[in-house]
């Protein structure tokens, strides 16, 4: 079970890191892997409501780039069966972010995941993240995508 949790973070990381280093080839590629690495997600507090929970996430751009218009989705991780986990389309828009995020600035996102989800298909005690925007201009060639899993660790 480890082993498939290894395995998808990996996958998950090698297609962000690819959708990256694609949309950005204007920006030195050499640089865009490492750079993008440091840009972290982590979740700060859950608040477990009637309705649903409720995420506090900091987002903290270490990048040395300007992060424009992004946009940040969490979402939990769909049971596949003994296959492993596998992307959820069904994905919540966090709140509170910010056009522009300058190299070194934390933003407080906030995260509303109703209770509408079976517990035997999906691991709500693991929180994916997609985040979409630009580096340092909002143009295609500086479009990119980063994704990854378990916000908990």
Same mark, same amino acid.
């Given at each position: ?73 969490? =979402? ?64 295609? =060639? ?12």
């Amino acid at each position: 079970m480890r082993k498939r949790k290894i395995t998808l973070v990996l996958m998950t990381l090698i297609i962000g890191l690819s959708t990256v280093i694609i949309g950005c080839s204007n920006i030195n590629s050499n640089q865009l892997p490492e750079e993008m690495d440091k840009i972290k997600l982590e979740v700060v507090s859950k608040s477990e409501l009637p309705e649903g929970i409720n995420y506090a996430i900091k987002l903290k751009n270490g990048s040395s780039f300007t992060i424009k218009q992004n946009t940040v989705y969490i =979402s939990y991780p769909v049971n596949n069966g003994s296959s492993g986990y596998m992307a959820n389309q069904a994905k919540v828009q966090a709140e509170g972010n910010k056009l522009d995020i300058r190299p070194g600035e934390e933003i407080a996102l906030s995260v509303f995941i109703p209770n509408v989800f079976d517990s035997e298909k999906v691991d709500q005690n693991r929180l994916q993240y997609e985040i979409e925007g630009y580096i340092n201009e909002v143009k295609d =060639s500086n479009h990119f995508g980063q994704s990854g899993g378990d916000l908990f660790n």
